[in-house]
Nanobody
Framework: QVQLMESGGGSVQAGASLRLSCAAL????????ITWFRQAHGQEREGVAA????????FYVDSVKGRFTISHDDAKRTVYLQMDDLRPEDTAMYYC???????????????????WGQGTQVTVSS
Protein backbone atom coordinates (compact mmCIF):
# COMPACT_ATOMS: atom_id res chain seq x y z
CA GLN A 1 0.00 0.00 0.00
CA VAL A 2 1.25 3.45 -0.86
CA GLN A 3 2.08 6.05 1.78
CA LEU A 4 2.69 9.67 0.85
CA MET A 5 4.73 12.40 2.48
CA GLU A 6 4.31 16.09 1.72
CA SER A 7 6.91 18.83 2.01
CA GLY A 8 7.72 22.29 0.70
CA GLY A 9 5.17 24.48 2.42
CA GLY A 10 5.98 27.83 3.98
CA SER A 11 4.94 31.40 4.66
CA VAL A 12 5.14 33.76 1.70
CA GLN A 13 3.71 37.03 0.51
CA ALA A 14 1.07 37.33 -2.16
CA GLY A 15 2.48 36.87 -5.65
CA ALA A 16 5.25 34.54 -4.54
CA SER A 17 5.79 30.93 -5.60
CA LEU A 18 6.21 27.64 -3.76
CA ARG A 19 6.77 24.09 -4.95
CA LEU A 20 5.25 21.32 -2.91
CA SER A 21 6.55 17.76 -3.10
CA CYS A 22 4.67 14.52 -2.52
CA ALA A 23 7.00 11.55 -2.09
CA ALA A 24 5.58 8.06 -2.43
CA LEU A 25 6.63 5.16 -0.23
CA UNK A 26 5.59 1.56 -0.67
CA UNK A 27 3.84 -0.14 -3.56
CA UNK A 28 2.62 2.34 -6.17
CA UNK A 29 1.80 -0.24 -8.85
CA UNK A 30 -1.96 0.18 -8.39
CA UNK A 31 -1.91 3.97 -8.16
CA UNK A 32 -3.83 5.60 -11.00
CA UNK A 33 -4.31 9.10 -9.62
CA ILE A 34 -2.48 11.44 -7.27
CA THR A 35 -4.38 14.47 -6.05
CA TRP A 36 -3.34 17.51 -4.08
CA PHE A 37 -6.01 18.54 -1.60
CA ARG A 38 -6.10 21.55 0.67
CA GLN A 39 -8.04 22.39 3.77
CA ALA A 40 -8.31 25.90 5.11
CA HIS A 41 -9.22 26.53 8.71
CA GLY A 42 -12.90 25.86 9.26
CA GLN A 43 -13.49 24.74 5.68
CA GLU A 44 -13.95 21.43 3.94
CA ARG A 45 -11.08 19.69 2.23
CA GLU A 46 -11.02 20.33 -1.52
CA GLY A 47 -9.07 18.80 -4.35
CA VAL A 48 -7.07 21.42 -6.23
CA ALA A 49 -4.94 19.46 -8.71
CA ALA A 50 -4.77 15.87 -9.87
CA UNK A 51 -2.63 13.80 -12.20
CA UNK A 52 -2.91 10.40 -13.86
CA UNK A 53 0.83 9.61 -13.95
CA UNK A 54 0.64 7.18 -16.85
CA UNK A 55 -1.05 9.25 -19.53
CA UNK A 56 -0.05 12.49 -17.72
CA UNK A 57 -3.60 13.75 -17.70
CA UNK A 58 -3.97 16.68 -15.32
CA PHE A 59 -6.96 18.33 -13.72
CA TYR A 60 -7.33 21.59 -11.80
CA VAL A 61 -10.02 23.32 -9.80
CA ASP A 62 -10.98 26.61 -11.44
CA SER A 63 -9.51 28.77 -8.68
CA VAL A 64 -5.95 27.57 -9.39
CA LYS A 65 -6.00 27.15 -13.17
CA GLY A 66 -3.16 29.06 -14.77
CA ARG A 67 -1.36 29.45 -11.44
CA PHE A 68 -0.71 25.88 -10.23
CA THR A 69 0.99 23.08 -12.16
CA ILE A 70 1.03 19.44 -11.11
CA SER A 71 3.75 17.15 -12.43
CA HIS A 72 5.53 13.94 -11.53
CA ASP A 73 8.99 12.42 -11.62
CA ASP A 74 8.78 8.64 -11.78
CA ALA A 75 12.47 8.15 -11.00
CA LYS A 76 12.06 10.09 -7.77
CA ARG A 77 8.58 8.66 -7.07
CA THR A 78 7.48 12.21 -6.42
CA VAL A 79 4.58 14.38 -7.52
CA TYR A 80 5.05 18.13 -7.44
CA LEU A 81 2.69 21.07 -7.16
CA GLN A 82 4.22 24.26 -8.51
CA MET A 83 2.23 27.17 -7.12
CA ASP A 84 2.76 30.58 -8.70
CA ASP A 85 1.10 33.93 -8.05
CA LEU A 86 -0.04 32.77 -4.63
CA ARG A 87 -2.97 34.56 -3.04
CA PRO A 88 -4.11 34.83 0.58
CA GLU A 89 -7.05 32.56 -0.25
CA ASP A 90 -4.54 29.79 -1.06
CA THR A 91 -3.65 29.63 2.63
CA ALA A 92 -4.35 26.09 3.82
CA MET A 93 -2.87 22.80 4.85
CA TYR A 94 -1.99 20.92 1.68
CA TYR A 95 -2.18 17.12 1.44
CA CYS A 96 -1.55 14.62 -1.30
CA UNK A 97 -3.30 11.29 -1.60
CA UNK A 98 -3.45 8.35 -4.00
CA UNK A 99 -6.29 6.50 -5.63
CA UNK A 100 -6.53 3.23 -7.54
CA UNK A 101 -9.18 4.94 -9.67
CA UNK A 102 -8.37 7.22 -12.57
CA UNK A 103 -8.72 10.88 -11.62
CA UNK A 104 -11.84 11.46 -13.66
CA UNK A 105 -13.51 8.63 -11.75
CA UNK A 106 -12.06 9.44 -8.32
CA UNK A 107 -13.25 13.00 -8.87
CA UNK A 108 -11.36 14.40 -5.85
CA UNK A 109 -13.69 12.61 -3.44
CA UNK A 110 -11.59 12.04 -0.34
CA UNK A 111 -13.20 8.65 0.29
CA UNK A 112 -11.60 7.36 -2.94
CA UNK A 113 -8.11 8.23 -1.74
CA UNK A 114 -5.64 6.74 0.70
CA UNK A 115 -2.04 7.10 1.80
CA TRP A 116 -2.61 10.55 3.29
CA GLY A 117 0.42 12.25 4.76
CA GLN A 118 0.61 14.79 7.58
CA GLY A 119 0.26 17.70 5.20
CA THR A 120 2.34 20.80 4.66
CA GLN A 121 1.15 24.27 5.63
CA VAL A 122 1.03 27.09 3.09
CA THR A 123 0.42 30.58 4.42
CA VAL A 124 0.10 33.55 2.07
CA SER A 125 0.00 37.06 3.47
CA SER A 126 -1.23 40.12 1.62
Amino acid sequence: QVQLMESGGGSVQAGASLRLSCAALGDTSRTRCITWFRQAHGQEREGVAAINPGPDATFYVDSVKGRFTISHDDAKRTVYLQMDDLRPEDTAMYYCAASTLYCIVANSRAAHFSGWGQGTQVTVSS
